[in-house]
């Protein structure tokens, strides 16, 4: 398995412009989470699903963002309209949820820069 | 609500230091915990996972081990390699309190030859 494939992995974009970051998971992993990641805050979670349905949406920021899971091969974060303050790297993990845990696979991120 | 908290970096050592990068938890029951680490453009990958009390994980000369009691899983490494730079995040996971997987705000390690 090639692991997270995420795309684009660098985004240039003028602020209002509206920005999708694209995430491929791992077959078989029933998890899915969106991390953004900066300097200031450090990795933070924006969204979590588990078999393609949002449990906990309450790490994101504002009606901006949105995520989507229409199925188990394919997730987007969509930022609309995006602002200067929403440059950072966002991560896609793919997780094997356990009984007692769940272990997640990074996909190598995507740089946004808004201008 | 969970959450990890680690020491402040950077860490700085030279190659063959002895490394520990500390780390302490607030859960509601009995997570797992993990390190990851990050390399420079990359995204995090585990390092290595302990899920009960007193287990040790360990992985590539790295170590951790679980103490309830003090609610730690510091991370140790007996001799550090300019390779070992990079960020290492200490994390918990607690399905049964409704806490997927939360993250420490990382720690940079830089080692110099």
């Known amino acids: 398995d090639a692991g997270v494939i995420q795309s684009p992995r660098h985004e240039v974009t003028e602020m209002g412009q509206e920005v999708t970051l694209r995430c491929k998971p791992i077959s078989g992993h029933n998890s899915l989470f969106w991390y953004r990641q900066t300097m200031m805050r450090g990795l933070e979670l924006l969204i979590y699903?588990?078999?393609?349905?949002?449990?906990?949406d309450s790490g994101m920021p504002e009606d901006r963002f949105s995520a989507k899971m229409p199925n188990a091969s394919f997730s987007t974060l969509k930022i609309q309209p995006s602002e200067p303050r929403d440059s950072a790297v966002y991560f896609c993990?793919?997780?094997?949820?356990?009984?007692?845990?769940?272990?997640?696979?990074f996909g190598q991120g995507t740089r946004l820069t808004v201008v | 609500g969970d959450s990890v908290t680690q020491m402040e970096g950077p860490v700085t050592l030279s190659e063959e230091a002895f490394l520990t990068i500390n780390c302490t938890y607030t859960?509601?029951?009995?997570?797992?915990l993990f390190w990851y680490v990050q390399y420079p453009g990359e995204g995090l990958q585990l390092l290595l996972k302990?899920?009960?009390?007193?287990d040790k994980g360990s992985n590539k000369g790295f170590e951790a081990t679980y103490r309830k009691e003090t609610t730690s899983f510091h991370l140790e490494k007996g001799s550090v390699q300019v390779s070992d730079s990079a960020v290492y995040f200490c994390a918990l996971s607690e399905e049964q309190a409704g806490t997927a997987l939360i993250f420490g705000k990382g720690t940079t390690l830089s080692v110099s030859s």
């Open positions: 859960a509601t029951g009995y997570p797992s």
């Open positions: 993990a793919a997780g094997v949820r356990g009984l007692h845990d769940t272990e997640a696979f």
């Open positions: 699903f588990n078999n393609n349905v949002p449990i906990d």
């Open positions: 302990a899920t009960k009390a007193d």
